[in-house]
């Protein structure tokens, strides 16, 4: 047999790996986020995810892949109940989105205990909006009584 034909060869245990690593990828849970858009009367933000993610090319290396603008994406005010603590965010302004295990549409649109809809887990549409100043050019400010 000469080299032209000669298939490389990996165990299984290099398989599963492979495998292992390209799962995780997908698997997201909390990532910084820039507001793009505010809607107060909606309580959401559209974000960008100001780092790239690094997608497995199948070869042992790493691609950079720029994460998708999202839309629609609830705030995480403080607070509870009919109570919260809100303030005007503004495009630029810096957070934290926190993935949740599971898509929130079906709860938030319903309100109550629903089925999860889908089987998919840890995905970008599980996020919630957590505003917080994050990079070191941007230090937190108090607010002046």
């Not at 994460?67 to 934290?96: N, Q």
């Amino acid at each position: 047999m000469s080299n032209d034909d000669a298939t490389e060869q990996i165990t299984l245990d290099e398989l599963i790996g492979i495998a292992l690593e390209a799962r995780m990828a997908e698997v997201h849970t909390a990532l910084p986020a820039v507001v793009t858009e505010y809607d107060r009367s909606a309580g959401t933000v559209g974000v960008t995810v100001p780092i790239s993610r690094m997608i497995p090319d199948g070869s042992g290396n790493f691609v950079a892949e720029p994460y998708p603008a999202l839309k629609d994406i609830r705030i995480e005010w403080p607070g509870c109940g009919k109570f919260l603590i809100t303030w005007p965010l503004e495009k630029g302004d810096e957070g934290v989105l926190v993935i949740c295990q599971h898509n929130l549409g079906p709860w938030r649109t319903a309100g109550d205990a629903v089925e999860a809809g889908d089987t998919a887990m840890h995905t970008l549409d599980g996020a919630v909006f957590r505003p917080a100043p994050l990079t070191d050019g941007k230090p937190p400010t108090t607010a002046s009584a």
